[in-house]
């Protein structure tokens, strides 16, 4: 059974999810509930929640790495976004994820896979819970990995995606 706090499969989410799993997850648990009727097919999936990631980071002493080497920033230094955007995403992907959440994201890719009769090919992709603010958007701004097959290459994207949340432009945007 795959652990709720960590992954959540797309069909049992819906816009209240929001602050749990991002905008993107919760508006295609939406677009499942509410177009299946319609005989639209929505594909299925499964969101990692923000739990997931607050764990990740904190693993290792990780959070508080990444919350002091942005405390010393430059906002206006390329140079200083550069060096901080690169040092953090070395150390998130240097980082393995803790293990029950590469358990319950094995989980939850195995009962996906069990749905199709062809290859698995996924995306994996940010859906962050503030993405899209009345004053402020960060959409498109971290990295997305399409077609992904086999359970390392998912957790490694994933990683990817978690870097991505500290490329120079969105360290910057956050900043400002």
Do not use: C
């Amino acid at each position: 059974m795959t652990d709720s706090r960590y992954v959540v499969a797309l069909e049992q989410l819906g816009m209240n999810d929001i602050s749990r799993v991002g905008g993107k997850n919760a508006a295609l648990g939406e677009m499942i509930s509410n177009l299946a009727s319609s005989g639209i097919r929505v594909p299925s999936g499964f969101a990692t929640t923000v739990e997931a990631y607050h764990e990740f980071l904190a693993n290792n002493g990780l959070a508080h790495r990444i919350e002091q080497r942005l405390a010393g920033l430059a906002p206006d230094s390329v140079a200083d976004l550069t060096a901080a955007g690169t040092e953090i995403r070395a150390w998130i992907l240097t980082q393995e994820l803790p293990p029950p959440l590469a358990s319950a994201i094995s989980d939850a890719y195995r009962v996906l896979g069990q749905t199709t009769d062809g290859e698995l090919l996924v995306a994996v992709r940010s859906s962050a819970t503030a993405e899209d603010l009345p004053d402020a958007s960060f959409a498109g701004q971290q990295e997305t990995f399409l077609n992904i097959h086999g359970i390392e290459h998912v957790l490694d994207a994933v990683r990817r995606v978690y870097a991505s949340l500290y490329n120079d432009r969105a360290i910057s945007y956050r900043v400002h």
